[in-house]
């Protein structure tokens, strides 16, 4: 009686829709008389849709004729064809579809996209991720590629941690990774941001805690502590580094390089400053109340008086709870900080380096963030003459910087005196793809 009443509103009913749902039906009721009926109407124009779809739900025999018809069709020339199949892919979710679904993500037309980007979140195969992470840069894509990578839940982490280091994602697209991060309760989110962080070049990470300082959202201080205390301990770290190295340049005696001396002093105090500035960021997310939220902004204020920096400092100072008590001396200026008469105890970290230890921390480590920093060390290696460091340069001549590699160049040249030698530690520099760092290999060489 049922199976009468659906065959009759297939043949006689005027809505299509009503139609194409009843192909549905049937197909679900997984009578070989309902699949005989829906495969009729493959090819009709308005009701194939739901034909298709109700024989690929079905898993049936009908199965595989219904595959060869959505192939026609997600190939067609014809706009409304393509649409058709990435609507039915976007339906069934048919991971042996996913192929099919990648091919309709990169279409032409937009809603063909669309309809795609959302299939691809049911289906969750990882060939998409790369796709919906660049679907993240369209307007009209975005919320619905972010609603597909959160259907991929943790699988997506280790895609979406290198698509924030890649240099090659787009800053909006970054963005958008950093939020659904931030916002996300899952630990393992916690862990892929705080790892991204750690790793992303300093002014990206700049950016990217402004921007999560910018979200509408308020994250639980559990949530907070476990992310930013590592990264607001590293930056600490990092600025005793950089006063290590001030204070060994400070206390050297008189040198042919005093000059070069002189620009290193002031790219670390730039590099200090930096490093100043992403921890005040830091403090204000971990702290966001507002009367430490203007504090910071006075000291971040270009257009803030000395005395209004002071005021904010004292401020901070006030406010910061006993065990990070000891920021509030580091984010001093860092003359100020090596003539204090009495260091805290929290200062003893700062060694007595001697200048060729000064020179091979500053060379070796990751955590300088200014390339120009290391440009100058550079230089200043060259003017000594300080051979001891150069299988330690050799190394930098593979950096990602050409800042850097080209110092590297210059610095050679100087303490490699074999030229042979010197041929073959520079010979696939030649190849280098920026033409300075070409020319400098060149005029080292003298050729």
């Given at each position: 009686m049922?199976?009468?009443?659906l065959a009759d509103l297939l043949i006689h009913d005027k809505s299509l829709t009503v139609r194409s749902a009843v192909l549905r039906v049937l197909c679900a009721i997984g009578e070989k008389y309902a699949e005989e009926k829906a495969v009729l109407y493959m090819d009709h124009p308005e009701l194939r849709q739901g034909a298709l779809t109700g024989l690929l739900k079905s898993g049936g025999e009908g199965v595989l004729i219904a595959?060869?018809?959505?192939?026609?069709?997600?190939?067609?020339?014809?706009?409304?064809?393509?649409?058709?199949?990435?609507?039915?892919?976007?339906?069934?979710?048919?991971?042996?579809?996913?192929r099919l679904v990648l091919r309709l993500m990169n279409d032409e037309d937009l809603l063909v996209r669309e309809k795609a980007v959302l299939a691809a979140g049911?289906?969750?195969?990882?060939?998409?991720?790369?796709?919906?992470?660049?679907?993240?840069?369209?307007?009209?894509l975005r919320d619905k590629a972010l609603q597909a990578i959160k259907e991929f839940g943790s699988k997506a982490y280790p895609a979406i941690e290198e698509a924030l280091l890649s240099s090659e994602r787009t800053w909006l697209c970054k963005k958008t990774l950093v939020s659904f991060l931030w916002i996300n309760e899952d630990s393992g989110a916690q862990k892929v941001l705080f790892k991204a962080l750690k790793k992303t070049p300093f002014a990206l990470r700049f950016d990217i805690l402004r921007h999560l300082k910018e979200i509408p959202f308020q994250a639980s201080m559990h949530k907070r502590r476990k992310m930013l205390l590592p990264l607001i301990h590293m930056d600490e770290g990092q600025i005793m580094k950089i006063l290590s190295f001030k204070k060994a340049l400070d206390i050297a005696p008189a040198h042919e390089a005093e000059e070069v001396f002189e620009l290193l002093k002031k790219a670390l105090d730039k590099e200090l400053t930096k490093?100043?500035?992403?921890?005040?960021?830091?403090?204000?997310?971990?702290?966001?109340?507002?009367?430490?939220q203007n504090a910071v902004q006075c000291m971040l204020n270009r257009s803030s008086s000395p005395e209004q920096r002071r005021m904010g400092l004292e401020l901070i100072g006030d406010l910061l709870p006993k065990k990070l008590y000891s920021l509030k001396m580091i984010l001093k200026q860092a003359d100020v900080i090596l003539r204090e008469s009495k260091l805290p105890k929290e200062f003893e970290k700062i060694q007595e380096l001697s200048m060729n230890e000064a020179f091979a921390s500053i060379l070796k480590s990751q955590s300088y963030r200014l390339p120009w920093t290391k440009a100058c060390a550079l230089l200043a290696v060259r003017k000594m003459g300080e051979v001891s460091l150069a299988s330690l340069i050799e190394d930098m001549l593979t950096d990602s910087h050409p800042l850097i590699r080209e110092g590297a160049v210059w610095t050679l040249g100087r303490l490699v005196t074999d030229m042979d030698e010197l041929r073959q530690l520079l010979k696939p520099l030649k190849e280098d793809p920026v033409f300075a760092v070409r020319q400098t290999v060149l005029a080292v060489l003298e050729e």
């Open positions: 049922f199976r009468k009443v595959s060869e018809g959505v192939n026609r069709l997600a190939v067609s020339k014809s706009v409304r064809q393509r649409r058709e199949a990435a609507e039915i892919l976007e339906e069934t979710g048919i991971k042996g579809f996913f049911h289906i969750k195969h990882p060939s998409f991720l790369p796709v919906l992470f660049r679907s993240l840069n369209s307007l009209e490093v100043q500035h992403s921890l005040l960021m830091e403090l204000t997310l971990l702290f966001p109340t507002a009367l430490f």
